[in-house]
């Protein structure tokens, strides 16, 4: 079949193929579609076949494509206002500084970055440049920069400075209570499928006993777990958070919020980026401000969220494959028994019209409706089936093991303190005591 | 004096101090005006005075604010197609690498990120993954990024495995041959104010005679130093380019292009980022592209850059302050006696309505003709006149040493072979022989 522009998805496959990367991080291994366009969470590929966005593209987008006070607060500044000045302060850099302020229990001040990768970059080096310390203490994601290449293992990494407990709080405490004052700060990334606010809670209590600085990394959650993300139940305090996705519903645009006396070290942390004072998306994040002002639109797209994760765990039960289901409505986690069926079945739902997230980690966005729930479950249902129509399965529901497995795997989740976890936790001691410190705190300045 | 908004600059300043930061980076070191809008390089702050920018935004624009086929092209693609897709590949991202690969030399494959930092963190990434090796050569500012921290001072890092030889011929070829079968590239930031093609072209012989990837920063040069940048002048091959400012007239975006096998890296890199598939600044960069296929407006652009360039050597002379100019037309280095008769300088002239970069780095964008070149002249001349009639100067002419001293302070050119040069060279190369290498050429796979 051939589109309006006379292309097909294959066909630009192969000319992605020739002119840019990579095969496993996107050209083979993404559903194979090119989209054309999008509006709301439809989206229409070259060939012009429909498809239904339940990812939230990696969950960059919190109301859809198109979504008309965005699209207007944005090209509206582009056209009539300008894109990036001289100077690198703007009306709504400054007034968006001071709604997140008033949003989140950790802002009393902000400073802005394009990705959420350069927000954690960010957020570690004030950490080390606020405290004059250089030891970081780390679990989950924070994203691809440098100083974070070692999440999946419990360990210490000398080169970054950095050591992972793997959110195993017998490897917290003891790290901590070691080591306390060498440490810049605890810096988490909250898995609400796998562990709720009071585990947050307990690590945050126990750092501000021990004058460390505990800081959540929110690139994800800051706008998916709730309407304010985990620190803004109030459940949770931090005194640095990190956000992006959502926030300026898929322009580029992250933030560090923190206490006065850490953010003020940027001069000391060698951040610079002549980017951070791009204004359109900031505009963009002030019209998403705007629309979730009065709380409706999450408590709606938090009940899309529930629907469809309920559906799916029905139509799992249904059909016979074994599943866990859970997390908060608007990001939640499906498991079944391995990568390779998590993938298959989502790939034969691609074919009836939906793109789920392969990995099983589900994102809706405001733009859902009962229709697009239907939608997705349908789908969903007939991906389901077909695969549970050829497969055996040797375990008839998620157990411990696999769901230790899971968590493993997707976030370093060390979920007991078995044999090899308390080997790796004494190991990770002795090399923090021997290390030769050799991050320098407070870098040069950066220019532009 | 209030705004249309009801503000002045100076409530707004004190506005932003309490909500962001940074008082050295940003709030206190940049000239005193929070701009509402700008078209061209003319801006409007909120009490309404005019002023024009000759720092093109730290050089992220091109063709200045509000360019009508830059708008028309974002804003149409973020009304009428969407931001971001559940796909990583769209048609903007396909065929803006095809139109970079035809433009630069080095150009085989494009991976894109979004900013300058980001796509030099991905370039070392790259060559380490595509090289299995972890030493990585550099001089100049490559931005803010955790692999970048030590850039002017000759010597070796280890906590990220990156040796500045800070563009000393004797220490490049001292080290290149020492250790070119550990080294993964040598990655050097243009300085053309400073050095020639002919430098950096023996540079890349000599990387190339040595088997080590030879890698260009050109974020600022790639559409600065010419229309294709050092790179595009054919003189310089080089294995991987990295490029950002300009590339989208001021939207985030940034690319690396290089050889495919080193691209093809990517995978074994641990590269992400959710955002590197937004597809509106590509539109922009397309747009951008077309802007500049036959080559007047770069012309042009040069021609207006020279004048400009001149005008101020010209100035300088009449009013008596010894100064050295130089460099390409659409980035030029002004050299005064010190840093600080250089702000002096440039703070009066912007009371006369020209925001010029206080460091010495001027950049004109598209949008200049000679009405804004005789404005910049205008308020130049004013300011430093001021300046000179209240100084007494102990030099008549910028003699080697304030030219070495700026060089050193700048970028970290090392201008010539004196003992502490050559003391710090050996030095270097005794840190290198004897490092433990920490750094993991291929990383975890990043999610998102």
Same mark, same amino acid.
């Given at each position: 079949m051939t589109t309006a522009a006379g292309h097909t998805n294959q066909e630009l496959i192969e000319r992605a193929r020739r002119v840019t990367a990579a095969e496993k991080y996107d050209i083979g291994t993404r559903f194979p579609a090119i989209y054309r366009r999008a509006e709301g969470s439809w989206m229409t590929d070259v060939e012009g076949n429909r498809s239904l966005d339940v990812t939230a593209a990696s969950g960059a987008l %919190?109301? *859809?494509?198109? $979504?008309p006070l965005v699209s207007a607060a944005i090209t509206d500044y582009i056209q009539d206002y300008g894109t990036v000045f001289a100077s690198t302060l703007s009306l709504p850099r400054i007034e968006l500084a001071e709604r997140l302020c008033e949003r989140f229990? &950790? *802002?009393?001040k902000v400073v802005f970055g394009k990705s959420g990768s350069e927000a954690t970059t960010m957020a570690i080096r004030l950490a080390r440049a606020a405290t004059g310390r250089e030891l970081i203490l780390t679990s989950g994601f924070h994203g +691809? $920069?440098? +100083? $974070?290449?070692?999440? %999946?293992?419990?360990g210490y990494d000398a080169g970054s400075g950095v050591a992972c407990f793997g959110y195993n709080k017998t490897a917290f405490k003891r790290l901590v209570a070691e080591f306390a004052d060498e440490i810049a700060g605890v810096f988490v990334t909250p898995e609400p499928a796998w562990f709720d606010a009071a585990y947050y809670r307990e690590l945050s209590e126990f750092c501000a006993q021990h004058g460390v600085l505990f800081m959540l990394d929110e690139v994800i959650t800051s706008m998916r777990y709730g309407p304010n993300g985990v620190n803004g139940t109030g459940e949770v305090p931090a005194d640095i958070i990190t956000m992006s996705k959502g926030m300026a519903n898929g322009h580029s645009l992250s933030a560090v919020l923190g206490k006065a006396e850490v953010i003020d070290a940027y001069d000391d942390a060698g951040i610079g980026g002549t980017y951070t004072r791009e204004v359109p998306p900031m505009a963009a994040a002030l019209a998403v401000q705007d629309f979730l002002a009065d709380g409706t639109e999450h408590e709606r797209c938090q009940r899309m969220g529930k629907l469809l994760m309920d559906g799916m765990r029905d139509i799992l039960a249904s059909v016979g494959i074994p599943a866990w289901v859970g997390g908060p409505a608007m990001m939640f986690d499906v498991v079944v028994p391995s990568e390779a069926l998590s993938w298959d079945i989502y790939r034969a739902a691609f074919d009836h019209g939906a793109y789920f997230e392969d990995s099983g980690t589900q994102m809706v966005t405001a733009a859902f409706g009962e229709a697009e729930v239907d939608h997705a479950l349908t789908a969903f249902e007939k991906g389901a089936r077909k695969v549970a129509a050829t497969t055996d399965f040797e375990v008839s529901e998620i157990g411990f093991d696999r769901k230790a497995q899971f968590a493993a795997e997707a976030f *370093? *989740? &060390?979920l007991e303190d078995d044999d090899r976890v308390l080997k790796s936790i004494e190991e990770t001691v002795r090399q923090i005591a021997e290390r030769t410190p050799g991050i320098s705190p407070r870098p040069l300045p950066a220019c532009g």
């Open positions: %919190l109301l *859809g494509n198109c $979504h229990p &950790a *802002g009393e +691809w $920069h440098d +100083w $974070h290449q070692s999440y %999946l293992q419990i *370093g *989740g &060390a």
